[in-house]
């Protein structure tokens, strides 16, 4: 058993065949799927198929690409947004200095805006980073001081020694198809140290098929390659694996358990 904890299912790839796309990946073993909003216009579609599938869940939150088209955004929309019954996590958000599409300021405001909707809400806060590190880590731990959290760094590619430190923070890991490509030896020694009751795994679908299917349109099904590759690499069985990440899936995602 698996879950994909983040996934683009209303992205072109897979909204066209959103059922067939699912049941390809119940049939290779995927339980369940967390589907992510990356901008305010997606809030009701990604709640709408949660809202069809008992197996789906959904996020509400604004990716920092789209920061400057929702600066103005307050804590009130997203809390009436988490009302709902199948919205289960705040995100995704962070920061993205590698793209900068939005103003970095504007990035970071809107950041602190989620993580004060995670802390009222106790929904786990979904994090993108990337050429990030510094800020990240700088804004979580300066907000953790002001009350604790629940979050998780997604599609994590960051240095061993930003997850050692959003470690010590409480927060969770999940690993991508990413790790499965050849020039990432450098994640795939992070991922074999990542401490088992804070792993999970992901597609981030459509993007970042895992090999064998590099190149190709990512799928939730696909959680299984990328599952299989770290249950080698940490020298465990595919069911030990699965177990874990699942597990570890359902105690932060508390509301999906529910």
């Excluded at 510094?134 to 960051?158: S, V, Y």
């Excluded at 999970?200 to 599952?227: I, M, N, Q, W």
């Amino acid at each position: 058993m698996l879950i994909d904890s983040h996934c683009h299912l209303e992205y072109e790839g897979l909204v066209e065949d959103q059922d067939g796309v699912l049941d390809r990946a119940r049939s290779a073993g995927i339980r369940g799927f967390l589907n992510i909003s990356t901008r305010r216009s997606e809030w009701e579609r990604v709640v709408g198929t949660a809202a069809r599938y008992p197996d789906v869940w959904a996020s509400v939150g604004i990716h920092p690409h789209e920061a400057d088209q929702h600066a103005d955004l307050g804590e009130a929309a997203l809390l009436e947004a988490t009302q709902h019954a199948k919205v289960v996590g705040i995100g995704e958000t962070g920061l993205d200095y590698y793209y900068d599409k939005s103003d970095r300021e504007v990035q970071q405001a809107l950041f602190r805006t989620h993580i004060t909707v995670s802390r009222k809400t106790g929904l786990p806060l979904i994090i993108h980073t990337r050429d990030a590190e510094d800020d990240t880590f700088r804004i979580l731990e300066d907000e953790m001081g002001k009350g604790a959290f629940p979050a998780l760094i997604h599609c994590f590619t960051a240095s061993a020694d930003f997850g050692s430190k959003v470690l010590d923070l409480g927060l969770s890991i999940s690993i991508s198809g990413i790790v499965t490509f050849k020039n990432a030896q450098d994640l795939q020694r992070v991922v074999a140290t990542i401490p088992e009751d804070r792993l999970l795994v992901e597609t981030d679908s459509p993007f970042l098929a895992p090999v064998p299917h590099r190149g190709k349109r990512c799928e939730p099904a696909y959680t299984a390659d990328t599952a299989r590759f770290v249950a080698d690499l940490r020298g465990i069985s595919i069911e030990e694996l699965g177990s874990a990440t699942t597990r570890n899936f359902f105690n932060l995602f508390k509301k999906a358990a529910a």
